[in-house]
């Protein structure tokens, strides 16, 4: 009958919605982050060389705090 593909469609489930849970795990294990960043809209390299220019480490996230303040101007 027709309930004898609802195992055929848990497994197609599961298989197909395992890497989008499994990504976050994966990339924090090999980066040391949850995410990953793509080169290919420009802000997203700026981004990157902005990181790169705060920490030392392209891959290290700052947020405001990490921005150093201007000294104000005689």
Do not use: H
């Not at 919605?17 to 802000?43: C, E, H, Q």
């Not at 981004?47 to 104000?72: A, C, F, H, W």
């Amino acid at each position: 009958m027709w309930y004898e593909i609802l195992p055929s469609i848990a497994i197609i489930s599961v298989c197909m919605s395992l890497p989008n849970f499994l990504s976050k795990y994966l990339n924090l294990a090999v980066d040391g982050k949850p995410y990953r960043r793509d080169m290919i809209k420009p802000w997203n390299l700026d981004t990157l060389m902005r990181d790169e220019r705060l920490t030392g480490n392209p891959y290290k996230t700052v947020g405001l705090e990490g921005i150093p303040d201007q000294s104000p101007q005689q």
